[in-house]
């Protein structure tokens, strides 16, 4: 890896990783010293937030440095076709290579996050850039609905990436341990300023069997574990009953996925570390959203502000002892990140202030799981919501009109603050807050093929 006049940038999204279960966050096991130990010589952002509870619109705020409501990503909107430049596109025009590697199948070509990209790799392919049919294959299809699906492109690569995405992919991770093989061979052969995004997914249910899923936890527990963790919709919907035990044991199984990504940021720290590139590459890891575990009433990441599906960690280390712009100690979001990738780079860009608060949204829920049974309408999460955090306060809305305010605590407004009524406070938060709309926009699936809804279906959205 080359030292160019410009830093190279490398972009890391933990997804589905909440702060409250790193370490490096006080959290009491182990989950991630590797990043803990990163983090010393780094800076380290005790407060940051995601701008949105999932993936898709998370990653385009990441990707534009705007709310979900300005961007137009999210449930009432699946493609992202923003209105401005993406970040790859800006960093692109700066003389930036821009190389993806992404485990999800929302931040992929099918929903225009390539937009900028030179190549964005879809790691549940083993040949890229063909039809994605490992999940059609899972699901038991028609003699006519394989041979339409293997004869569209090339007949041979579909094959074998269908047995791929089949028999290997997510059998030992989530296509963690390929992405640091291909991402530490880019950082080895860059002949250009890179930008190098990189998307793990070890955090997302259903959790999967590796070395690392016994950590904190007897094996013989893991596999029922296994399948419990993927059981949101049927949890919500009331259908199975999760005990307080089982949701601890389902924490340290995640505690395990956690475990798992620490030594693959390990691999690549020490590539850095090795080729001397510590002064030279801008080194962002950050989670898109966090997750629920049983935490109000909820499993993964729908229906909910809070702030165990809000609060991410955010790690920087800077180029050529830059420093940050904001204080490490102060709510910020992916807006910041957004900027501050841009102001290395040498581009000139508006600041977020110090004293600007950190702002979330929930847009639209349609798109989720539980959104397609009888009832869903007019439930208790049938709800849009807009959230906006301070140093020491958080003011929710929703759809409904109802306003709660909350008072900082220990370290989470929900769980260790309380509610509280203070009209000045309040009114200030507003001029920061999105309003919630009932009925902003619904998702259909009608322009999705039908092997990406297979890839959904096993995320849990259908």
């Given amino acids: ?29 182990e989950t991630m010293p590797n990043l803990r130990q990163f983090g010393e010589d ?23 440095g705007q709310l979900p409501s300005e961007h137009g990503c999210h449930g009432g909107s699946l493609y992202f076709n923003p209105d401005c430049p993406t970040l790859a596109e800006r960093l692109r025009n700066r003389g930036y290579a821009t190389t993806g590697i992404s485990n999800n199948i929302w931040i992929s070509d099918h929903f225009g996050f390539n937009r900028g990209f030179e190549s964005l ?9 063909t039809r994605d049919i490992g999940h059609v294959l899972k699901t038991n299809p028609s003699v006519q609905e394989l041979a339409k699906t293997l004869t569209s492109g090339n007949p041979l690569k579909n094959l074998v990436n ?25 950082l080895d052969s860059s002949e250009e300023p890179l930008f190098l995004f990189l998307n793990y997914m070890e955090g997302h249910a259903p959790y999967q069997h590796h070395e690392d899923s016994v950590s904190f936890l007897d094996a013989d527990e893991t596999e029922d574990l296994t399948e419990l963790s993927g059981q949101s919709e049927e949890y ?18 995640y505690d395990g996925e956690l475990r798992y990504l620490d030594d693959q940021l390990s691999q690549l720290f020490q590539t ?6 510590s002064n030279d590459t801008m080194v962002i890891v950050v989670g898109d959203h966090g997750e629920n575990i049983g935490d109000h009433g909820l499993m993964a990441h729908r229906f909910s502000v809070h702030d165990t599906v809000l609060q991410v960690p955010l790690v920087i280390r800077y180029p050529n002892g830059e420093s940050p712009t904001a204080d490490p100690s102060s709510p910020v979001d992916l807006r910041y990140v957004f900027q501050e990738i841009l102001r290395v ?38 709800r849009r919501y807009a959230t906006v955090i301070s140093k020491t306060h958080k003011l929710v809305r929703d759809d409904r009109g109802n306003t709660k305010l909350y008072v900082r605590g220990g370290r989470d407004f929900e769980l260790d603050g309380a509610t509280v009524d203070d009209e000045a406070i309040e009114r200030d938060l507003s001029k920061y807050c999105p309003t919630p709309r009932a009925g902003a926009g619904q998702a259909g699936t009608e322009g999705l093929s039908d092997d990406v809804k297979h890839h959904l279906e096993s995320l849990g959205y259908r």
């Fill in 1 to 29: 890896m080359e030292s160019f006049e410009r830093p190279n940038i490398v972009l890391v999204v933990l997804d589905t990783v909440r702060a409250r279960s790193l370490d490096l966050y006080g959290h009491d096991r």
């Fill in 42 to 64: 780094a800076t380290v952002f005790k407060r940051a937030y995601t701008n949105a509870p999932w993936t898709l619109p998370a990653h385009a705020s990441l990707f534009t």
């Fill in 121 to 129: 790799y879809k790691q549940w392919q083993l040949f890229r850039e």
């Fill in 162 to 186: 269908g047995l791929y995405g089949k028999w290997l992919y997510r059998r030992a991770d989530f296509g963690g341990a390929r992405t640091t093989a291909d991402a530490i061979d880019l």
């Fill in 236 to 253: 919500h919907l009331g259908n199975i009953d999760i005990s307080n035990t089982e949701f601890e044991q389902l924490r340290r199984l």
């Fill in 272 to 277: 850095l570390d090795e080729a001397d590139h």
């Fill in 345 to 382: 780079s040498g581009e000139t860009v508006n600041i977020q202030r110090n004293d600007e608060p950190a702002v979330a949204e929930y847009v639209n829920p349609k798109y989720t799981p539980e959104a397609a049974t009888d009832g869903f309408k007019g439930a208790h999460f049938d």
